[in-house]
């Protein structure tokens, strides 16, 4: 083989001409070329020739690994993974030919900015979670994931490279564990504890590493240094990470919160899933004060025995991932169970809130109050009396919605316009209740499902997603697109038909965040109790173009709507988190974790949900999760 500090500017490798060395680590080189077909610039990553030893025999059994571990990285076709064109071997060399990408990458961006705002590196963190959730139920972990390994493309969308074939150094020749001579697998700035004491490696590592990373990217530098990557991976291995708010109060707390959760030095301690660990990002900055519920979900400190001065080299290398799938060894064999998370014990890190302390108050306030408190019961009374001498009067209710569904031959159903809205079904309505003060947040059970970018193709977990009425569905990087494509008022939108492992319950809360594009104006919103196969029967959550909102029950038989509670809302363009919890006959309706109503109506039992947009309409829906009653 060639020596791997040999220059290869100039040298051509299957249909690429190597140009330009454009990067370095301790797995190869990386160089700019020219492919000639198709004709366009691409990057080479060069494997370093010691990877192979120097024995012929190891030679073959490290390029037959090397096939296999390329095999399965490119079968990986995810938005933010990086695609892998082709790969080969030539002149003793083994190398992997990618897109070039221009945007630079997260480290560049980090030297340039300092640490990122929030919002980018929650952004990020979305991207990134999407990208490894799918590798894992793939089978596939990175282990060296850092800022680095994030690169951003023209457009802006985070691309994670390096998966795949790092666990060749392990496996390079017998008796190798974490590191060969001058090579270490994974970066010690970012590397999880059982990885450097060789213990056999999981999707935890990943989720520890990106705790890292999110540390990295809020910061703007990593949490441990020392003299040698022996004293940082001992620090890994003893000390949790620092907290970001205490010396940038932006920060909410609950952020360092999800920070040490992920990187807990026992990795039964940390999040199940990236997913989950995006989802508490989210959940610790929308609710910032929520001081009690971060202290619940932070992890004890565990202190991990010192580091084996042998098991790292003191000069840190860069790896490009791993894939664990068809392990040869019960180490190896990667476990995905997800663990049992929460600890019960008192958090070390965080210190206890503060006591309340009232203030002392002059006793004058209490007249006023008492005639104020009389007031209200009075009013209170006659608005009583008055709506229940209307709800008397009230044999059925006859609304008309702006959209409602018909049977077209061979479809489910497609709601569209009908003049006046009559149900067969006998369902029991109430009126619409206002907010209250003790239903500012979604009251939420266990979580049955959750979607960073919900529906065919776009969701990476196991769940059963169909297109709805032919609308038009693009998996983007801040969600997923769902247009109306149809030519009259007819609600198209995406199923989710089937939950993975479980039966789906008749109960639940349904939670998205929908986003309406600016240049349509269309009612959009979710679909509840939808039944199965060529039914018509359905129950929608719409937000309407007026800037009002309503909720419908659709006829089992003719498909027509009739409007079961509605209200005022306001913005149809911003950004909202809609929720509806559905128990029993009773369901409640929220807007940004704001109680916008309530009705009950025992048309429906059970059946599954989904999203709705009407003609014309394009939204942008993402964070779908399904959740047990509370």
Known sequence: MQGNSKDLVGTTLGTCTLEKLIGKGGMGAVYLAHQQRPARQVAVKVLHSYLGGNDGELSQEFLARFRREADVVARLEHMNIMPLYEYGEQDGLAYLVMPYLTGGSLSERLKQQGSLPL???????????SALDYAHAQGVIHRDLKPANFLLHADGRLVLTDFGIARLINDAAPGTTLTRTGVTLGTPDYMAPEMALGEAIDYRADIYELGVVLYTLLSGHVPFTGSSSLAVITRHLRETLPLLHQTRPEIPPGVDAVIQKATAKDRTQRYSSVR??????????????????QREEAIPTVVRPA??????????????????????????????????MRSSETPAFLPPPPPYTPQKQSAWWRIPLIVICAVALVLTGVITGTQLFKNSAVTSVTATPNTQPTQTSGSNKTPTVAPTATSNAKPTTAPTQPPSPATGNVPTGQLLYSATNPGPACDTGSGTWVIYNSANVNCQSNGTQVTNTATARTLQGIFLTALPGKNYPNDYV?????????????????????????????????????????????????????????????????????????KGSQFNFYANGKALGSVSDATYAGGTAGLAVDQGGTITVSNFALYATA
């Not at 919002?119 to 979670?129: H, K, N, R």
């Open 119 to 129: 919002s980018d590196a929650v952004s990020y963190m979305d991207q990134a979670a």
């Open 510 to 582: 349904l939670e998205a965040n929908v986003q309406q594009s600016q240049n349509s104006n269309s009612s959009f919103g979710l679909y509840f109790r939808n039944q199965p196969g060529n039914q018509q029967g359905t129950y929608t959550f719409l937000i309407e173009p007026d800037g009002s909102w309503q909720a419908a029950v659709y006829d089992n038989t003719t498909g027509v709507p009739k409007v079961i509670s509605q209200g005022t809302f306001g913005d149809i363009h911003a950004t909202i988190k809609l929720a509806v919890v559905v």
């Open 276 to 293: 989950d660990m995006a989802r508490a990002l989210h959940a610790a900055i929308e609710q910032p004060n929520s001081y009690q519920a």
């Open 307 to 340: 580091i084996a001065p042998t098991i790292l080299s003191n000069t840190p290398h860069s790896g490009i991932g791993t894939y664990d799938a068809t392990p040869t060894t019960q180490a190896q064999a990667m476990t995905y169970e997800p663990p049992t």
